[in-house]
C-alpha cells in the first residue's frame, strides 16, 4: 500500500470493512453515522499511506481509529448539545425580535392572506391544500379528481398571482419604513 497499490487497498478494506464497522455500530448505534466514521478511517489510511503503518497488527490499528474517531464524534456532539442548549437559554431569556419587526411581520402575513383570498377559487382550494394542509400533488389531485400536471400549474400560477401582488407591496412596505 505504500507504494500507493490501488488492489493492496481494496484487499484491507474488504478484509476489515465489516469488523470495523460492526465495533463502530455497537458504539454508536446509528448506521450512518458508523459508515461515516468507518469511510473516515480508510480515507485517512490511504492519504498516510507513506507513514509507517503497524504491518503486524493492522486489524488493531483500525480499532483504535475508529475507536479515536468515535471519541471525536462524542466530544463533538458534546460541544454540539452545550452550544444547542445555550442557544435556547439565550431565547428564553431574550424573547424575539424588537415589536417593529413584529408589527411587519404581522402587516406582511395580513398582505399575504389577502393576496391567498383574492385568487380564484378553485386555484385557492389547490394552493391552501398544498400550502397549509401540506398535502402532496399525487394527494391533491387525487382528492379533487384532476391530475399532478394540472395542480402544479394551478400551485405554480397561485405563487406568481401572489408575487406579483406582494411584489409592488412589500416594495412600498419597505419604502414607508425606512
Keep these: 500500500m505504500k507504494e500507493s497499490d490501488h488492489s493492496a487497498y481494496n484487499e484491507i478494506y474488504h478484509r476489515y470493512f ?16 458508523a ?8 480515507a485517512t489510511l490511504w492519504f498516510k499511506r507513506d507513514i509507517n503503518l503497524p504491518v503486524t497488527n493492522l486489524a488493531g490499528y483500525l480499532f483504535v481509529a475508529v475507536r479515536n474517531k468515535i471519541f ?4 463533538h456532539e458534546k460541544v454540539r448539545t ?7 437559554d439565550y431565547w428564553k431569556t431574550n424573547p424575539g425580535p424588537p415589536t417593529d419587526h413584529r408589527i411587519r411581520e404581522n402587516e406582511l402575513k395580513g398582505y399575504i392572506e389577502k ?11 389547490v394552493f391552501e391544500m398544498s400550502r397549509i394542509e401540506e398535502l402532496s400533488y ?3 389531485a ?6 399532478e400536471n394540472n395542480v402544479s400549474k394551478q400551485v405554480n400560477n397561485a405563487l406568481r398571482l401572489i408575487k406579483t401582488k406582494l411584489g409592488s407591496l412589500a416594495l412600498i412596505t419597505f419604502l414607508i419604513n425606512l
Excluded: C, G, W
Excluded at 459508515?35 to 480508510?42: C, G, L, Y
Excluded at 387525487?142 to 391530475?147: C, D, F, G, V
Design 35 to 42: 459508515k461515516d466514521i468507518v469511510q473516515d478511517v480508510f
Design 18 to 33: 465489516f469488523l470495523i464497522f460492526t465495533h463502530a455500530y455497537k458504539k454508536l448505534q446509528d448506521e450512518e453515522q
Design 82 to 88: 452545550k452550544y444547542v442548549d445555550s442557544l435556547h
Design 115 to 125: 393576496a391567498v383570498n383574492e385568487l380564484p377559487p378553485k386555484m385557492r382550494q
Design 142 to 147: 387525487a382528492q379533487l379528481h384532476t391530475t
Design 72 to 75: 471525536d464524534h462524542f466530544a
Design 138 to 140: 399525487k394527494e391533491i
